[in-house]
């Protein structure tokens, strides 16, 4: 049972490029997040899907898109990175209210 | 968005001693609370919750004290250990997504 796993762990991109970061679960939730961690700040939603078949926005969405492939899967897509996308992305999955966390993947836009 | 604050960034104790975290939210509407735990290069760990109908809530060496009144939520840690050294997150519930905090990090001194 390896929870929730992400990948990949680093990436670094220049302005303009684009790639899909990967999130899969194997706990069975219905629910599956992606979230932006940056420094000073606290864990900001990016996109959430409540079941499969169905994603929605979360608080700062712009910039980014997602797809929820299957139950398992959920990836993050940036289409044209920026400088201001630098973070450290979380994927999380979640029965009930409470989510579990994947390892992070940290990305770098130069 | 929702505004969730830490009053101390920093908390260093001596081991063995209990810790407190403190923890603001600005939603009176938040029915649902939760404490998560991040080390070093890790994702966020799920710690305790309550709900909002609740003032206390115990687990193994961890206590959740919830103030509506103030809306001020506290994580007590007793007999703290090296292990507990990480960074506290507290997330409220106001609606269909949680709002977390920018974080407390602790550090425990042996």
């Known amino acids: 049972n390896a929870g929730v796993t992400q990948t990949p762990k680093f990436q670094v991109l220049k302005t303009g490029q684009s790639m899909t970061l990967q999130c899969a679960q194997d706990m069975n939730h219905n629910s599956m997040y992606w979230y932006r961690q940056d420094p000073g700040m606290g864990l900001r939603l990016i996109y959430y899907s409540a079941s499969e078949g169905t994603t929605d926005k979360g608080e700062v969405p712009n910039g980014y898109n997602v797809s929820r492939l299957n139950k398992r899967e959920f990836s993050l897509r940036l289409e044209s990175a920026a400088p201001s996308q630098t973070s450290v992305y979380f994927c999380a999955s979640s029965l009930t209210v409470i989510q579990f966390f994947g390892p992070g993947t940290r990305l770098t836009v130069l | 968005g929702e505004s969730v604050g830490l009053h101390l960034p920093t908390l260093s104790v001596q081991e063995g001693d209990n810790s407190i975290i403190n923890c603001a939210y600005s939603?009176?509407?938040?029915?649902?609370f939760i404490w998560y735990k991040q080390e070093s290069g890790k994702g966020p760990q799920f710690i305790i919750d309550i709900r909002s109908n609740m003032d206390k809530r115990q687990g193994q060496r961890v206590t959740v004290l919830l103030n509506k009144t103030v809306k001020h939520l506290s994580l007590q840690i007793a007999a703290t250990q090296p292990g507990d050294s990480a960074v506290y997150f507290c997330?409220?519930?106001?609606?269909?997504?949680?709002?977390f905090g920018t974080g407390t990090s602790l550090t425990v001194i042996p």
């Open positions: 997330a409220e519930n106001p609606g269909n997504q949680f709002y």
């Open positions: 939603n009176s509407a938040s029915d649902y």
